[in-house]
């Protein structure tokens, strides 16, 4: 495992509300108007189904919102991206409603559960978003795409697994990780070799976003 050091030129960024993503970001009307209306359905269907912490819905725009659009500041020029184990629509649906409206930009969100695969469908075609929802695992399915992505979808061992697919046709990964991330990546070297960078996040001081290059298998 090669590791290399975090940029030290990024910081966590406070987002209480609304206003201050769209200042932060630069998402224009219709970005925030889609995000609305995902943040309600989110609420909405949340009430019936586990999709977020219901403590978390009071905090969507920092924890959820932000914390999923930081991504699109470490692969700017990427137009195809999946999500592995979209559960929620997390970071995927918010990448697709930033992305919407870009030639060729396009996520592929792909989720093993049939009740959340029926929450992202309606959210995709409600707000009329540049995605497709993938009812498979992870590990059964691949795509050619230009970033493989995930958030608390499994440890990283297994979630190199799923994405080895990906990574081998030349996609870079980024994976939304938690503070235990050093550990996460000790023992992923159990059964992988890889190149990783450890970016901190910029929506909570406790996360980090590993970037995956080169791939195999460990010895």
Not at 119 to 125: A, G, H, K, Q, S
Not at 175 to 191: C, E, I, N
């Amino acid at each position: 495992m090669s590791v290399a050091a975090p940029p030290e030129d990024l910081a966590v960024v406070d987002v209480p509300d609304a206003e201050a993503f769209a200042r932060l970001t630069g998402a224009d009307a219709q970005v925030m108007a889609d995000l609305e209306a995902y943040r309600a359905l989110l609420i909405d269907w949340n009430s019936r189904m586990n999709l977020i912490g219901p403590a978390t819905e009071v905090s969507f725009w920092s924890r959820h919102a932000w914390d999923s659009a930081q991504l699109l500041e470490l692969a700017p020029e990427a137009l195809v991206w999946a999500d592995l184990g979209a559960g929620a629509g997390l970071p995927g649906v918010v990448l697709s409603a930033m992305g919407k409206g870009r030639d060729g930009f396009h996520i592929h969100l792909v989720e093993s559960m049939a009740k959340r695969c029926r929450f992202l469908n309606l959210v995709v075609e409600t707000l009329n978003l540049p995605a497709t929802v993938h009812q498979t695992r992870a590990e059964n399915f691949t795509l050619s795409v230009d970033i493989v992505t995930a958030r608390a979808c499994a440890p990283l061992s297994r979630l190199l697994s799923y994405a080895r697919p990906y990574l081998r046709d030349g996609a870079v990964g980024l994976f939304l990780k938690g503070q235990d991330v050093v550990s996460d990546m000790d023992d992923a070297t159990k059964s992988w070799d890889f190149d990783a960078e450890i970016i901190p996040s910029r929506s909570d001081v406790r996360g980090r976003i590993v970037r995956i290059g080169r791939l195999g298998r460990g010895r």
